[in-house]
């Protein structure tokens, strides 16, 4: 490994990697080493346009770019001196100089790297009389993001994303010089699957999605950490928050899942924590209380299996490994044999997008839930968690109990409803399809009364007069159990989990 000082600190980097990927495999980058940037990204190729990244190199007379100078042993290097700074300035200047300072009606405005390094490296006054340059304003680019060609600092970053990401290509710098502006090719729209990436990698205000544009301004939002709940990939992200309301959610950066880029469909699934949620609990046609539902859920599973009629209970892939170990308890209280589940599948691509249409299908083959897909046959009771089987499949059942988070024509057919808490609304963990366990937070307050799986399962089993319940669901209490029983959870507990997730075996 290559010892380089950095502003008098000597760290121990990766051989054969540009300055600024080495320091940001170390983390060190915006952490411990300030080095201003705008093209650079850390998974997209290396423009070298901006230079912004110019640091002095011991030994070189002229300055160099971090984003584009390999690291060699012994390399001494400076991130702050006047000559560094003056040069920074002048990048800054030139950036400035047809930009149009739209700053108060600009969504990036907030979240803009060129606001902060204006404040940061650039200088206090414009020199400048001539007029900006104009060019078009607040274009669609297709059906997700909006383009202000004005605003454009052609870093081409989104450039290299849409030809080594999705591959795609649909964007490009054209003309030259002074004359240079984005656009899309001729005859063809901004459209793929992740196509809303672009708005993130802008580090201005030229690219911006249409569903958050002009919603709220980003300084009243907090982002929380989550996870994708639309398929096995489980993505990781960051929900931005106010007034207990998610208004987007952001990429979260994973190396191990999903690098630092969400599909467009995932992103868009914010609306779900709100939308058509299942919001009062139910007695056949008529509301009910949430005791009464849970009361009349215990005394069907009792009297089932006192009079020895068939249980069956169906699990959920959208569901927490806590909430279905306190499922696979309840049936193993009630002698009513494994789980069933139901995975819903669509189609799948190379980069992120998995066949599963669900985060935690793996977690519920783990727990001993076995995959079906065709109606449940005759059964006294059929405890439910989701909707992922049509009406048709409870055919021969006599008493149906519904937990679920979202409405479905299930509900129509059920005798007992229970609204649940979105994984939103709870603590949890969810195993992607390459078996990495991953906690997901509370981002949210539910809005209506509802609980968690596990905890109105715990209710029901009391209701039900089963043995070793105690009425009360606390997942990081479950999980500790889960880790002691399952050996695939062992040393995964929700209690010890980090942000990035982990391996099981
Ligand atoms: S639109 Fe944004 S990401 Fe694309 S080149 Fe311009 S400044 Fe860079
Ligand atoms: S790839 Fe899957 S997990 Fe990732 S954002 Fe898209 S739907 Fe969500
Ligand atoms: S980040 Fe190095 S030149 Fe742009």
Known sequence: MPKITVDGTEYEVPEGKMMLQALDDLGLLLTEIDIPHYCWHPKLSIDGSCRMCQVEVEGTPKLQIACNTPVRDGMVIRTNTEQVRTAQRGVMELLLINHPLDCPICDQAGECKLQDFAVRYGLEHARTRDPRRPAKKGT???????????????????????????KTGEIGVFARGDHSLLEVFSGMELDNPYSMNVADICPVGALTTRDFRFKIRVWFLED????????????????????????????????GVNETWICDYGRMSYRTIRENRLDEPRLGRSTATYSAAIRRAGEGLRQARDSGGRIVGVGSAFAANE??????????????????????????DELLIKEEKAPNAAGARLLGFEESSGPVGPAAVALVLGHALPAEAFEGVETLILIDTHRSPLVERAD?????????????????????????????????????????????AVAAGLDGFSGTYDPFEISKRLAEEATAFAGAELGTLDDQGQEIP
Request: with cysteine.
């Open 224 to 255: 929380r950490e989550t996870v994708c709940n639309q398929c096995a990939n489980g993505c990781n992200l960051y929900a931005s928050v106010a007034y207990n309301k998610v208004y987007r959610y952001l990429p979260r950066r994973n190396d």
């Open 416 to 460: 007992v409803v229970l609204p649940a808490r979105y994984f939103a609304e709870k603590v949890g963990t969810f195993v992607n399809h390459a078996r990495r366990i991953q906690r997901f937070l509370p981002v949210v307050e539910p809005v209506f009364e509802c609980e968690p799986e596990g905890q109105v399962l715990q209710r029901i």
């Open 140 to 166: 669609p680019l297709g059906p997700t993001i909006m383009l202000d060609q004005e605003r454009c600092i052609l870093c081409r970053r989104c450039v290299r994303f849409c030809r080594e990401i999705p």
């Open 323 to 348: 909430d279905l170990f306190v499922l696979r308890q309840l049936l193993d209280g009630l002698s009513a044999g494994p789980g069933l589940l139901v995975v819903p599948t669509g189609k799948a």
